[in-house]
């Protein structure tokens, strides 16, 4: 996880701390514990559809043993009619092209599908996702400890301006 260089905000593993002395830096570090969360939930987003694709590569390996047959065609609609020569190479030279032109359309999509990073298994990615959960649950928990005692502070104030009544 790329996260952004921070001043009040400290990570160490999936510990989160905040070192702050005043109000305005408190009030700064809110802002920087928000973007280190945006970042960790577009990481774990990354991480969910990395998992996804894993999972789908991996029950593909278990199930490509034996290709699908297409179901089988009549006879006589498969064939094509050839009356004389001409209708002999036309149908021959129509049929290459349709064996090319499904080769072609079957290649991009195994080459575009997105499988999991060489070396990461399904479990190495739902243990980054776990991880990285738990990164944004003390991020989270952080986040309500300083947003708690900058109110507790401004509590206060607001008790002196508003007039009896």
């Known amino acids: 996880m790329q996260v952004p260089e921070t001043r009040f905000v400290k990570l160490d593993g999936t510990r989160v701390s905040v070192a702050v002395s005043s109000a305005a830096e408190a009030r700064h570090a809110v802002k920087e514990l928000r973007l280190v969360k945006r970042e960790a939930q577009r990481y774990r987003r990354e991480l969910a559809k990395a998992e996804k694709a894993a999972k789908a590569a991996s029950t593909a390996k278990k199930t490509s043993g034996k290709p699908r047959r297409a179901p089988r065609r009549r006879a ?40 999991a990073p060489a070396g990461h298994s399904a479990t190495s ?10 990164i944004i649950a003390s991020i989270d928990a952080c986040l309500m400890q300083i947003e708690a005692r900058l109110l507790d502070e401004m509590a206060p104030k607001r008790r002196a301006v508003r007039p009896a009544p």
């Open 76 to 115: 006589d609609a498969a064939a094509p009619v050839i009356d004389n020569p001409l209708s002999y190479v036309w149908h021959s030279l129509a049929a290459v092209a349709n064996a090319a032109a499904t080769s072609d359309d079957e290649a991009p999509e195994k080459a575009g599908t997105k499988a």
């Open 125 to 134: 990615i739902a243990r980054s996702v776990a991880r990285t959960e738990e």
